[in-house]
């Protein structure tokens, strides 16, 4: 059973950076897809960006791309490097795992496994 366990996040000015991390702290499985989303209050979560652990592709929405970067240690740890912050980037950011092959952003409902979030504050 996999278990996420996030940290990171915070509260940064704009154009500051953050990184956040999630670990898959019980399992080990290698072929994970794993995608960070994200979720303001009256919206949807909505993908951000991912990664296929099995052999490192990652994917991102248009809206983080060239800024975001999510990148893996390992086949049980995701980070999220997140650059050039705005303050439309502020909401509740939470990683996901299912043990499906992905090349792109998904919704939430393909996602099995979730971590408990972490809060991301940009401020202007």
């Known amino acids: 059973q996999v278990q996420l366990e996030q940290s990171g996040g915070g509260s940064v000015q704009a154009g500051g950076s953050l990184r956040l991390s999630c670990v898959d702290s019980?399992?080990?499985?290698?072929?994970?897809?794993m995608e960070w989303f994200r979720q303001v209050p009256g919206k949807e979560r909505e993908g951000v960006a991912g990664i296929f652990t099995a052999d490192g592709h990652t994917f991102y929405d248009d809206s983080v791309k060239g800024r975001f970067t999510i990148s893996q240690d390992g086949k049980n740890t995701v980070y999220l490097q997140m650059n050039s912050l705005k303050p439309e980037d502020t909401a509740m950011y939470y990683c996901?795992?299912?043990?499906?092959?992905?090349?792109?952003?998904?919704?939430?409902?393909?996602?099995?496994?979730w971590g408990q979030g972490t809060q991301v504050t940009v401020s202007s």
């Open positions: 019980r399992y080990t499985y290698s072929h994970k897809c």
């Open positions: 996901a795992a299912s043990f499906d092959y992905c090349r792109r952003t998904r919704g939430a409902s393909a996602y099995t496994y």
